[in-house]
């Protein structure tokens, strides 16, 4: 990689950890291509990115961002992965790790906030923005159901009783 392709590839990384709301750090040892992969089309899946990084460039790039503490994790085989919901790019790699003992999960960080390897599997334990959403319309629906179904029952029985005198007549 040139000069120009370094300088290129370090304020790509930069703007996107700009954008990023989490990032987590890894050591990916011994993972093959396949395994790679089948990692980063997991993370892809739930809108977050995995990518192996060269650690003194890695640096270079969080200089100057919100995750310029992050430069202490990047050594030995480090990948990071960073998405803009807070819980897509620890789910992500949470979950592979968990099934791929090669993955250690090295640390992280959301926002200015610092997270240990525990606090990135704590966030990813943590239910995603649209599981919120979900649960908060599902709790405002149910009054509104329980309401519509007790103010039909006395209908429903009267015309049940109704319906029961007539078949009797």
Known sequence: MDRVAKENWIDGLSQTLRDAEVVVVAHY???????????????RDVGARFTVTKNRLTRRALAGTRYDALGEFFT??????????????????????????????????????LLSADGVKAL?????????????????????????????????QLARLLAAYSAKN
């Open 29 to 43: 040892s011994g993972l093959d291509v396949a395994e790679m992969t089948e990692l980063r089309r997991s993370a």
């Open 124 to 156: 990813a334990a943590m239910p995603s923005l649209d599981e919120l959403r979900g649960r908060l319309v599902g709790a405002l629906k149910a009054p509104a159901t329980k309401l519509a179904a007790v103010l039909q029952a006395p209908g429903g």
């Open 76 to 113: 030995g085989p480090t990948a990071i992965a960073f998405s803009t919901d807070v819980t897509s790019a620890p789910k992500a790699v949470a979950a592979y790790a968990r099934k791929n003992d090669k993955l250690i999960i090295i640390g992280g960080a959301m926002g200015e906030t």
